[in-house]
């Protein structure tokens, strides 16, 4: 690959930005942040099989009352590539519950599609050969 080839562009580098920025407003458990960053025609599948989420708000009515009854998020990006209207990532994303209740680890590969500047598609796949764990207090976040 030659320099010019690895270069990413302006509109890479937002559209990163903005996957980026998304997945480290989970950290504030509040669906109402992360709401901008989503296009009102959303769509979006949480893992292969699952059903596909078709809008805004359908997210932020699945989404919000699940956030609100988990201590602390934390998404780590392993790393991130964009290419055009994409966004890949790799990330492990940790949902902390209260003492009692199930905690949540995923090695996840994430893609987005980005247009008109928010996340138009995105689905989340596990990372094969990494161990999906739910238990008691897997991770601080």
Not at 37 to 47: K, R, S
Request: glycine share 6%; hydrophobic share 40%; aromatic share 8%.
């Amino acid at each position: 690959m030659n320099g010019e080839q690895a270069k990413m562009t302006e509109q890479d580098q937002r559209n990163e930005k903005l996957v980026r920025d998304f997945c480290r407003d989970w950290s504030l458990r509040d669906v109402d942040a992360l709401l901008p960053y989503l296009a009102e025609d959303l769509l979006y599948q949480i893992a292969p099989g699952q059903p596909l989420i078709t809008s805004r708000d359908q997210f932020a009515k699945q989404m919000g009352p699940f956030l609100k009854k988990l201590d602390s998020v934390r998404w780590d990006i392993l790393r991130s590539c964009s290419v055009a209207p994409l966004v890949l990532n790799e990330r492990i994303d940790c949902f902390n519950a209260p003492p009692g209740g199930l905690s949540m680890e995923f090695h996840i590969a994430g893609h987005f599609l980005i247009a008109n500047g928010v996340i138009k598609e995105w689905k989340d796949w596990p990372v094969p050969g990494t161990k999906q764990k739910v238990g008691n207090s897997i991770r601080e976040a």
